[in-house]
């Protein structure tokens, strides 16, 4: 990152710091910043670098390189914005010139020194049909996985300085406490990050993604097209849902977000969830292709069962939505049915 991109992520920074509950200069430089973020999709991973170096540079380098580079900043910034009082503590300042010079070195070394590898390698684990896992993280952190998803994550996962996983599906993730290294989850065009905290993501491919939070707090953010949205922030017993082409977020809150995992248990959670999403999960939980002779178009079913076999779940959807149904070995074909 060049200084030049560094001044700017710095004014912005200090902008809002001193900005004490102003709403509307708030905005104003939320606007500039995403402006910024939507020219380039590098963007983001440069503004997440300096927000971690913002907030968790906690002494400054060593290295003296950065005194004549951070000398000349500083001089620009007070010919250039006069009437601005921009509250730096100086080691932070420091610390973010010196990034634009070595930045690779002092991402990594700040805290403690790590060895880097020039390649990252990526692990991926999975859950077949039928099948919920447990995984334990490089850094501790515990997923469940639900069936038919998965999930994939560096190697060195505990050493980097924001722990990044990539998800596919549904998972649960119990999040080791680490301010020092965010935990960033990317799902389905969505951004989840957190520090240490307990939530639930769910990013069916071609559906609404969902992330709920039972424990902490969570900043959740739309990915689309490479612009990223401002981050909506989440308490236990909240959920923020993504429309279908993710580029817009709305926050609700839940009576108990634990009904959201209760698929970890076997259990399943229908609250007028379409037909079509329905059949999808029981698919993945039985391991098992559903086939019907129509596509239950604006029908949705409100339902709750408690671990129980296959058979007995296709009985109740039987009653209530008066459909025929036959098994031939892992395939069921539905016949006829009408919404209620």
């Not at 003296?64 to 914005?81: G, H, M, P, R, V």
């Not at 300085?161 to 989850?185: C, M, S, W, Y």
Request: proline fraction near 3%; charge should be neutral.
């Amino acid at each position: 990152m060049d200084q030049e991109t560094w001044k700017f992520v710095l004014d912005y920074l200090s902008a809002k710091e001193n900005a004490r509950g102003n709403v509307q200069k708030i905005e104003q430089e939320e606007k500039k910043i995403q402006e910024w973020l939507s020219k380039d999709p590098k963007h983001q991973e440069e503004l997440e670098q300096a927000l971690w170096l913002w907030q968790h540079t906690s002494a400054p380098p060593q290295n003296e390189e950065w005194k004549e580079s951070f000398q000349t900043i500083q001089a620009s910034l007070i010919e250039e914005a006069p009437q601005k009082t921009i509250k730096l503590k100086w080691w932070m300042a420091a610390a973010a010139v010196f990034a634009a010079i070595t930045l690779s070195t002092l991402f990594y070394k700040v805290q403690q020194p790590v060895v880097q590898n020039e390649e990252i390698a990526w692990i991926t684990k999975s859950a077949a049909s039928g099948k919920v896992i447990n995984i334990m993280l490089p850094d501790s952190s515990e997923i469940w996985l639900n069936s038919g998803s998965s999930i994939s994550f560096p190697k060195n996962l505990q050493h980097a300085g924001l722990r990044t996983v990539k998800l596919k599906g549904e998972a649960f993730f119990n999040v080791k406490r680490d301010p020092q290294h965010p935990f960033i989850v990317h799902s389905s065009n969505i951004r989840t990050q957190v520090l240490g905290t307990s939530f639930n993501i769910r990013a069916w491919e071609g559906h609404e993604a969902e992330v709920t939070v039972l424990t902490g707090k969570v900043a959740v953010s739309s990915d689309s097209a490479g612009k990223q949205s401002a981050a909506i922030y989440l308490l236990p017993n909240q959920k923020a849902v993504a429309d279908l082409n993710h580029a817009k977020l709305h926050l609700e809150n839940i009576e108990d977000a634990r009904t959201a995992i209760g698929w970890r248990e076997g259990k399943l959670v229908f609250d007028q969830q379409p037909v079509k999403e329905v059949f999808e999960a029981l698919e993945r939980k039985y391991a098992v292709k559903i086939i019907s002779d129509q596509s239950f178009k604006d029908c949705k079913l409100t339902a709750k069962f408690n671990n129980i076999s296959l058979n007995e779940v296709l009985q109740t959807i039987q009653m209530t939505l008066d459909i025929q149904y036959t098994i031939n070995k892992q395939t069921i074909y539905i016949k006829g049915g009408k919404c209620n």
